[in-house]
């Protein structure tokens, strides 16, 4: 694709529901990150995907936080039983061979 | 340090130039980037600069690295109105890309 595509753009659930947002990278891109930006605040780094190596997980806030990528391309990052300090917003970068990492719009989630 | 730090906030009069200010954490990042958020919006890649490099310029923006103090900057030249967003620096760390927490930069008329 043209760009870095997230879905959903927004997404208003209710405490303890899960979640999944979805990042579909440019393509041919290998490496795949995932941040969250609280209001006001910067990229907190979440997960790191390169290529078939085994991602670098070292990011995620709790075990309600997963995230996989299928087939070297797509990936989802999933929020268990949300929570209310879990509202942000969720970006979605990916890098190809150069050292551009171009970012997505992101998913700005509402736990309610 | 363990984070990559920036100043929080600067203002600058339409025309004069702007240098944001970006200290970051490890000495082997091969790469460092700038990158722009207008409000509301995602981030957008500004530019980004090798570490053996001292200096790169492009167009209104110049970025200097002093790879023994661990500093970059970003010097945007006869900054206008159009340029107000938040800036971040980012260092490639063991592959990941650490973000500084952003400066926002407010431009006067």
């Known amino acids: 694709g043209a760009g870095v595509s997230q879905s959903p753009s927004n997404k208003v659930t209710e405490k303890g529901k899960d979640v999944e947002l979805r990042c579909d990278p440019i393509s041919g891109h290998t490496a795949l990150y995932w941040y969250r930006q609280s209001l006001g605040q910067g990229l907190e780094f979440l997960i790191y995907f390169q290529g078939n190596s085994a991602p670098d997980k070292s990011g995620l806030p709790s075990d309600r936080f997963s995230a996989e990528r299928t087939g070297g391309s797509v990936s989802t990052l999933t929020i268990q039983r949300t929570q209310q300090e879990d509202s942000a917003v969720y970006l979605c970068a990916t890098r190809g061979v150069n050292p551009e990492a171009f970012f997505g719009q992101g998913t700005r989630l509402t736990v309610v | 340090g363990e984070d990559v730090e920036q100043s929080l906030f600067l203002s600058v009069r339409e025309g004069d130039s702007s240098v944001i200010n970006c200290t970051y954490t490890?000495?082997?990042?091969?790469?460092l980037y700038w990158y722009k958020q207008e409000p509301g919006a995602g981030l957008q890649l500004l530019t980004y600069?090798?570490?053996?490099?001292d200096m790169k310029q492009d167009q209104r923006l110049t970025v200097l690295l002093n790879k023994k103090d661990k500093h970059l900057s970003l010097r945007i030249a006869d900054t206008q109105t159009g340029d107000s967003a938040i800036y971040f620096c980012?260092?490639?760390?063991?592959?990941?890309?650490?973000f500084g927490q952003g400066t926002e930069l407010s431009v006067k008329p």
């Open positions: 980012a260092e490639s760390k063991g592959g990941k890309l650490i």
């Open positions: 490890d000495s082997s990042s091969t790469y």
């Open positions: 600069i090798f570490s053996n490099m």
